[in-house]
Every structure is written in C-alpha cells, then in structure tokens.
C-alpha cells in the first residue's frame, strides 16, 4: 500500500463508512514519514507494541463510522499495517534487532547521537561566525 488515503479506502471498504471516517487514524499510523522519508520510518509505529498501546489512547477504543458501525481502532491499525507488510505486523524486537547498537545508546556516555553531534556543530559555527564579525567591527 502507499498513501493514508489508499488505506482509508480499504478501511471503509471493510468496515463500512467513508474513508473520511478512517483517515486521520491512517494519517497518525503515516505521521512518521514527516521525520525519516524512507520506509524506516515504520519501526515508530507499525509494529505490534505500537499497535497495542499508543492509537486507542488517541482516538479511543472505538470509533463510530458514518454508517452508525462501531469500529475498533486497533483492528483499523492492525489492517493498516499488515497492508503494508502484505499480511503480517512486525514487532518492536523485529524492528530494534536490525537496527546495529550504537555506543549512544548506552546513556549518553561515550558518544552522542548524530543529531547532538550536528546541533554542537552548529552552534560552533555559529560562535566562529559572531567571532569573526566582532573582529571586523
């Protein structure tokens, strides 16, 4: 599958309604892509613990549909997901276990993250530069 609408669509095909009763369920279990642009940006939120614990405590146990049907939010996640895996959901472990373990990740200690590492970098540049437009003054 492809886009939250695509999904919407499957969704009110199954479950009855409009997609328009399921698209901000499958934009939410999406919203990851705006922070890593490739499929990675799965392992945030296709996967069984995500499934389980994070989207009924935003939408609910339940929704409604335009055709008065009670829906469960987590069975319109799990078909999400399993549309995109062609059948089954991965697990957290799944996702975690093939990603390599950093030094980072070992509270901070020895290394930091490429993201702090950058934010330092900049910041460095950035006392370079008033440095150097106080010299010129």
């Known amino acids: 599958m492809a886009k939250p609408?695509?999904?919407?669509k499957s969704?009110?095909?199954?479950?009855?309604?409009?997609?328009?009763?399921?698209?901000e369920i499958h934009e939410f279990l999406d919203s990851s892509k705006?922070?890593?642009?490739?499929?990675?940006?799965?392992?945030?939120?296709?996967?069984?613990?995500?499934?389980?614990?994070?989207p009924e405590r935003v939408f609910g146990r339940n929704i409604v549909n335009s055709d008065g049907r009670e829906v469960s939010v987590r069975t319109v996640c799990e078909q999400h997901v399993e549309e995109d895996f062609g059948g089954f959901i991965p697990t957290a472990q799944d996702w975690i276990?093939?990603?390599?373990?950093?030094?980072w990740m070992r509270n901070g200690r020895d290394a930091t993250p490429p993201s702090v590492e950058r934010i330092e970098r900049d910041k460095r540049v950035e006392q370079v530069v008033r440095f150097t437009k106080k010299q010129e003054e």
């Open 11 to 23: 969704s009110a095909r199954r479950y009855g309604g409009k997609p328009e009763d399921y698209i």
């Open 5 to 8: 609408w695509v999904h919407a």
């Open 97 to 103: 276990q093939a990603m390599d373990y950093q030094t």
């Open 34 to 54: 705006s922070a890593i642009s490739d499929h990675r940006h799965r392992a945030l939120t296709h996967n069984a613990w995500f499934i389980y614990f994070v």
